[in-house]
């Protein structure tokens, strides 16, 4: 009969996703992002010593929509990749229940809800 | 097309040359991805090559990769995995083919006893049997990775052993892990030298593909996170 009708490697990859490795591949894509803003970002920081007009120059750039989407990207990705570390250290080093560490997450983030609202109300 | 008819793509080949044939397979009520490929074996290419052994899910025998996922095809239902009444059927991965659906086992093995999954016993058949109490903690973690039947589906599905060859996966260090934890094993150094080093436990990034897809429903995700606690105290000079 031949014929060769492979799955493509993205099909193989979808294949097997599920949450877990989505979680893993999410926290290691928001480091890489991260390891690559860094630079960028010290460069920035490091023209109020050597030059302070180009550096106003530049922040004044972030009043535009286009920067402020790019700040929306950026703090996700220091959630994504915060919360991720929470949780491999979590599902690493405590050796408790899936019911348990469900719980805990759960409660973290309800209290992380109740502060930073009452942070929001307070600024 | 009619849907009685399954439409079946196979690897044929070796890992120095392989292709996907089609074949087409009559479907049957409760019919079983080994099933499918039993019948093209006996009755369109006799020459096709795959391993079975107990048909209940007992002997690890027939894991293949099914539609690109890690799977014991003797306890999977065809019904289940059919795309558009296709199915495409391929030879475990992160392991060498020998031919077809049939891979050589050996690296999956030798890890087994590089990870120190063998029995490291101090008494003799002269001695008392040790008694073993079900509830403690150490005992619980024993029992929950002992029903393993090393089909070598969480070794396939684990990108860690893809990307790092000297890896020695989720099996054999969910093995280390248990012995570890069995009041009748004595080789707590061993096991503990074997699992931190080069190819040990701290190469897993918990991306979870074991525990996602063991067929009988272990975790060595978790198993190989305990091992991880064990090395980590046993460097920092807590619990040798």
């Not at chain 2, 086992?105 to 079900?134: C, N, S």
């Amino acid at each position: 009969m031949g014929g060769d009708i492979r799955m493509s490697r993205f099909a193989h990859i979808k294949g097997r996703a599920h949450p877990l490795w989505i979680a893993y591949i999410l926290h290691r894509i928001s480091g890489l992002a991260l390891a690559l803003f860094l630079p960028l970002h010290f460069w920035v920081l490091a023209m109020a010593m050597t030059d302070p007009s180009k550096l106003d120059a530049f922040l004044g750039m972030t009043e535009s929509v286009v920067v402020k989407v790019a700040e929306f990207g950026l703090v996700f990705l220091l959630a994504v990749h915060m919360f991720g570390g929470l949780r491999l250290m979590a599902m690493e080093w405590l050796p408790w229940s899936p019911p348990q560490k469900t719980l805990a997450a759960t409660a973290a983030a309800a209290s992380f809800l109740i502060a930073t609202l009452f942070f929001l109300k307070a600024v | 097309m009619s849907s009685d008819v399954i439409q079946v793509a196979i690897q044929r080949g070796s890992s120095e040359a392989s292709h996907n044939e089609m074949f087409e397979v009559p479907a049957f009520d409760s019919q079983t991805v080994l099933d499918v490929v039993s019948w093209v074996q006996q009755n369109t290419d006799p020459t096709l090559s795959y391993r079975f052994a107990c048909r209940v899910g007992m002997c690890g025998s027939c894991a293949m990769m099914v539609n690109g996922v890690p799977r014991w095809t003797c306890r999977t239902h065809i019904s289940k995995v059919l795309v558009d009444n296709k199915v495409e059927i391929a030879p475990l991965r992160n392991l060498p083919v020998i031919k077809d659906l049939v891979v050589d086992m050996d690296p999956f093995f030798d890890k087994w006893v590089e990870a120190e999954g063998v029995h490291h016993g101090t008494l003799t058949r002269d001695d008392p049997i040790a008694p073993i109490d079900d509830t403690t903690a150490k005992r619980v973690e024993a029992n929950a990775g002992i029903e393993c039947i090393n089909c070598s589906v969480c070794y396939a599905a684990c990108d860690t052993v893809t990307a790092n060859s000297e890896y020695l996966g989720p099996a054999a260090l969910q093995r280390a892990w248990t012995l570890l934890n069995d009041a009748k094993d004595e080789g707590r150094t061993a096991i503990l030298d074997a699992v931190s080093g080069k190819g040990g436990c701290h190469n897993c990034h918990s991306m979870g593909s074991c525990t996602t897809y063991c067929p009988n429903e272990l975790d060595p995700m978790s198993a190989i996170a305990g091992l991880k606690r064990e090395t980590a105290k046993r460097f920092f000079g807590r619990g040798g």
